[in-house]
């Protein structure tokens, strides 16, 4: 702060010069402006890491510590310089500011024990804040506010103080933000900013020397946070670049500047034009943070700094890097039958229920024999909650740890998988934009080498129409919203656009729900693998279903011109093939042939049946099945859809269903280009079970096959 404080202090003696008026002593001028060009704006500045995905890296954690910092000292020189400003001489200024910093005192050793003492007693803690402690919260702070006015210093120092004393327990303080943040975001934001806007006049710009003033107002409030912080940063072993980068977010003014500006133009501090010259700064300063700290500091050079940070031998000209390329940093790889790696997103709630399901199905059994597959499951959970422009956020965001420590979805998967035995579970929590889901998942699967990327889609309509229940008055209604929106074929054609590990959309419709009095109701169900059109995806599909073998049972179906027939898989067989690196290389048929070796009866068959005239291969393979699908069961199919393909189809139009299902389906072509042609036809026939829509990656989707 030291070098913007003291540019700014340089300026102000023009500025004061261009103000022409002598009831405000220079030396207040003077501190004020100091105070103005060395603030930073840490709501802004966390919101540009999180939307920037660098609060993880070197710099965001750099910055996010500076820029807290930097926002306590500057409200504390703040509170001083207006107490300078309402007093007549220096003695008075000391008693104002003495007295402010006594009812602060006050407020952290007397009322700050009561609160909390009033927060246990009304169970805010485990319960979020309720009406009572919520009415005594709002009443502290108007109290505060009016106590700090009455001593002299500005009315948003109370408020500030009655914030401090908010215990951050249990995430407290973040319930009772979320509790006022609408009215606040909808109504006085709104109003602040009118009032501020009407206090511009961008029409006092009007002389040379004035645009100068702008010019080098802007200039120095750059100069001083970029040139200050990047010396800092570079002394402390950051590269060029990355101390840059700090400089540029800490130069950020953003809100809390404009706030700063009022105060200074209510209190008589600042005239109307040298007003207008600070808030253009503060805009342009803002505008500027977030395109230059992009060019500055890309994707593929936070890879580069972190492949630096791990390895502190590595030199950047040692390698010949593709700037371009997001994926510059890798993960060593363990041999393919020591572990299994799982990447699943949890951004909804309704989505444990099943993804704990399949979990449970994967953990290999401990005490099967030696020579049977054993290899570690490592689990990968991402929890991705949206980031909004709730100021809730921006607090979650400032303690993230904790935030992820608190996570009840996270916690109960700890639980969870702790419980069964689970090797390895790695959770991580970040708040992204919704279009940003896929392509943050994509990215840590990258980093992680995961095996395979496990999506969870509970979309408005995963439950079949026909068994969901409306209200006689919405019926009409309804018929009008039965169709999944465009964002959900979206979503699943960007899920898709992961290649470089196997991808599977989870499609649920019941699958690991448990109704209350029937909790063996999931016990018997049956996993079903129909290979229609062969290739890459069919055999990941295959190869997915056989890792949950143990604990159900797995049926293959194929259709074939010649006779019916049946074999089975033993559990040799099985292992042997999920051990082998090139099966997901190899042809479907020496797949199967090398798979299914014997006639004694096994939990894993293959059927193959002989296909009916005029009927589409999906429904021969239906037909055969001895029990219906049931909401309980679960189908693994391979998408089988080539680019090409997908391109072909006009998407999201409503068409007539193959196999003679009804036309009013909720599903458009969209999902048939995204979803491929087997698990639409599934979904639009109305069948209760859920789905796993099997993609290969790209490198073993080349290889030839032989289906």
């Given at each position: ?6 540019l ?5 003696v ?26 930073t ?9 999180a939307?920037l ?11 996010m ?18 107490a300078l ?13 003495l ?14 024990p ?30 505060s ?9 500005h009315p ?17 303080a ?59 940063a570079?002394?402390?072993?950051l ?9 540029f ?34 805009l ?6 977030t395109?230059t ?27 010949d ?5 997001p ?15 799982l ?44 980031l ?15 935030t ?7 916690n ?11 090797e ?8 992204r ?23 969870p ?5 995963h ?9 006689p008055?919405d ?11 465009v964002?959900?074929a ?15 959309l ?14 063996r ?14 290739g890459?995806d ?30 089975y ?6 292992q ?34 002989k ?46 269903l ?18 491929g ?8 026939a ?10 290969a ?7 030839p096959?032989?289906?």
């Amino acid at each position: 702060m030291a070098l913007p404080f003291g540019l700014g202090a340089a300026v102000s003696v023009g500025l004061y010069k261009l103000q022409n008026e002598n009831n405000i002593p220079f030396s207040s001028f003077l501190l004020f402006l100091g105070v103005a060009m060395a603030i930073t704006a840490f709501p802004v500045l966390a919101r540009i890491l999180a939307e920037l995905k660098l609060l993880r890296t070197r710099v965001g954690v750099i910055t996010m510590s500076a820029g807290l910092l930097n926002d306590c000292v500057a409200w504390v020189l703040l509170a001083l310089v207006v107490a300078l400003l309402n007093s007549s001489g220096g003695l008075e200024a000391l008693y104002v500011f003495l007295t402010t910093a006594a009812f602060a005192l006050f407020l952290i050793i007397f009322i700050a024990p009561l609160y909390r003492r009033l927060a246990i007693k009304t169970g805010s803690f485990e319960h979020g804040p309720s009406p009572f402690l919520m009415a005594v919260t709002m009443l502290l702070v108007l109290i505060s506010a009016f106590v700090t006015d009455i001593i002299g210093v500005h009315p948003i120092f109370g408020g500030f103080l009655a914030g401090v004393i908010i215990p951050h327990d249990h995430d407290l303080a973040i319930k009772i933000t979320e509790k006022i943040e609408d009215i606040v975001n909808i109504v006085f934001l709104p109003l602040y900013f009118t009032l501020s806007g009407l206090k511009t006049q961008i029409g006092l710009l009007n002389t040379g020397e004035v645009w100068g003033y702008v010019i080098l107002v802007i200039f120095l409030a750059c100069f001083g946070k970029i040139v200050g912080c990047a010396i800092a940063a570079r002394v402390t072993g950051l590269t060029t670049r990355e101390s840059l980068t700090i400089g540029f977010l800490m130069s950020c003014k953003g809100l809390v500047e404009l706030i700063v500006l009022n105060i200074g133009h209510d209190a008589g501090v600042l005239n109307d034009q040298i007003f207008v010259i600070m808030v253009v700064m503060a805009l342009i300063t803002t505008f500027m943070t977030t395109p230059t700290v992009m060019w500055l500091y890309p994707e593929w050079y936070q890879k580069l700094s972190a492949e630096r940070f791990v390895n502190p031998e590595f030199e950047e000209d040692s390698v010949d890097i593709d700037k371009k390329d997001p994926s510059v940093l890798g993960t060593s790889r363990l041999e393919p039958d020591q572990y299994f790696s799982l990447v699943t997103m949890l951004n909804r709630i309704d989505t444990v229920p099943s993804m704990m399901a399949l979990i449970r199905l994967l953990k290999q059994d401990p005490l099967a024999p030696e020579h049977y597959n054993k290899s570690r499951l490592d689990i990968h959970a991402l929890r991705l909650l949206e980031l909004t422009q709730r100021a809730s956020d921006i607090m979650k965001i400032q303690d993230l740890r904790e935030t992820q420590k608190q996570d009840p979805v996270l916690n109960v998967l700890r639980t969870f998988t702790s419980l069964i035995g689970i090797e390895s579970l790695q959770t991580r929590l970040d708040f992204r934009t919704p279009s940003e889901y896929i392509s943050t998942v994509s990215d840590y699967s990258e980093s992680v080498s995961a095996d395979m990327v496990l999506l969870p889609w509970v979309s408005n309509n995963h439950v079949p129409v026909q068994q969901q229940e409306v209200n006689p008055m919405d019926q009409h209604a309804a018929a009008d919203w039965k169709s999944y929106p465009v964002s959900d074929a979206d979503f699943a054609a960007s899920a898709y656009a992961i290649t470089h590990a196997t991808v599977g959309l989870f499609i649920d419709r019941g699958f690991g729900h448990v109704q209350d009095g029937n909790p063996r109701s999931q016990r018997n169900f049956q996993i079903i693998v129909p290979i229609t059109h062969g290739g890459a995806d069919d055999r990941a599909a295959l190869l997915f279903a056989l890792r949950l073998y143990v604990k159900a049972d797995v049926l293959v179906l194929k259709s074939t011109l010649g006779e019916s027939s049946t074999t089975y898989a033993t559990k040799e067989s099985i292992q042997h093939t999920l051990n082998t690196a090139s099966a997901l290389h190899t042809s479907d048929d020496s797949l199967i042939q090398g798979l299914f070796t014997s006639s004694i009866v096994s939990s894993v068959v293959f059927r193959s049946v002989k296909q009916s005239a005029n009927v589409s291969e999906y429904s021969t393979l239906l037909d055969s099945l001895e029990t219906p699908l049931g909401k309980h069961d679960l189908v693994v199919l391979g998408r089988s859809i080539s680019a090409s393909n997908a391109a072909s189809l006009p998407a999201y139009t409503p068409t007539p269903l193959e196999g003679g299902s009804s036309s009013n389906s909720p599903y458009s072509r969209g999902f048939k280009s995204a979803l491929g042609n087997t698990a639409y036809q599934i979904l639009s026939a109305g069948t209760l079970a859920s789905l796993v829509v099997i993609q290969a990656p790209a490198s073993d989707a080349l290889h030839p096959t032989d289906a």
